[in-house]
Nanobody, 120 residues
Framework: QVQLVESGGGLVQPGGSLRLSCAAS????????MAWYRQTPENQRELVAR???????MYADSVKGRFTISRDNAKNTVYLQMISLKPEDTAVYLC??????????????WGQGTQVTVSS
């Protein structure tokens, strides 16, 4: 009943920027942690960035200083602002969220992914 939908991916040249969005919809009571992962062409899944409801964030070493994660709790949406993009950033970017629906327990939901390609 809950789904996450990512948007904002595309083709960009090295050094360029993109802003990804992930909106959660459905019978949502609350959302705790939201995060961005990426699946590389080598089929490796990596945690890129994470943000909790209070605003604390963490980033993978490979993106520190270039990527910024943020969220709008009123819209149940998480964002990933990416600058100074490199070819190594090419991947399918996936949104994950821990969401309370009809109980006190958080359930993990994944989006379908959005493709980011960095190439000249």
């Amino acid at each position: 009943q809950v789904q996450l939908v990512e948007s904002g991916g595309g083709l960009v040249q090295p050094g360029g920027s993109l802003r990804l969005s992930c909106a959660a919809s459905g019978s949502i009571r609350s959302i705790n942690t939201m995060a961005w992962y990426r699946q590389t062409p080598e089929n490796q899944r990596e945690l890129v960035a994470r943000i909790i409801s209070g605003g604390n964030t963490m980033y993978a070493d490979s993106v520190k200083g270039r990527f910024t994660i943020s969220r709008d709790n009123a819209k149940n949406t998480v964002y990933l602002q990416m600058i100074s993009l490199k070819p190594e950033d090419t991947a399918v970017y996936l949104c994950k969220a821990d969401i309370v629906v009809d109980s006190s327990r958080y359930h993990v939901y994944w989006g379908q992914g959005t493709q980011v390609t960095v190439s000249s």
